[in-house]
């Protein structure tokens, strides 16, 4: 079982930058792809972007955050990370990550950190 934890989340004005960090605990990512969600008051937790561990090139990015947000990963840390630019106010959200060993599936996400809190003030 791999255990989550985010981090990196604030207070941003709109058009700055913050870059999110997953760390992974007790298992690596490997063979896993690796996701983050955001979920903003009032609505459902909905996909950002993903990446495979066993091949950086392979990512996806919701259409919302295409151009402005990128998704990486560090083998040696067992870490990814989520550099969003350009921030907007309807990026203020709870994000999460979490893991799918069975591939992109919505439905196969699990081990979800605890979140870490996007604040975009206009």
């Known amino acids: 079982q791999v255990q989550l934890v985010e981090s990196g989340g604030g207070l941003v004005q709109a058009g700055g930058s913050l870059r999110l960090s997953c760390a992974a605990s007790?298992?690596?990512?490997?063979?896993?792809?690796v996701g983050w969600f955001r979920q903003a008051p009032g609505k459902d937790r909905e996909f950002v972007a993903g990446?495979?561990?066993?091949?950086?090139?392979?990512?996806t990015y919701a259409d919302s955050v295409k151009g402005r947000f990128t998704i990486s990963r560090d083998n040696a840390k067992n870490t990814v990370y989520l550099q969003m630019n350009s921030l907007k106010p309807e990026d203020t959200a709870v994000y999460y990550c979490?893991?799918?060993?069975?591939?992109w599936g919505r439905g196969g996400f699990g081990s979800w950190g605890q979140g870490t809190q996007v604040t975009v003030s206009s």
């Open positions: 979490a893991v799918n060993p069975t591939g």
């Open positions: 007790g298992r690596t990512f490997s063979s896993y792809v």
């Open positions: 990446i495979s561990w066993w091949s950086a090139s392979i990512t």
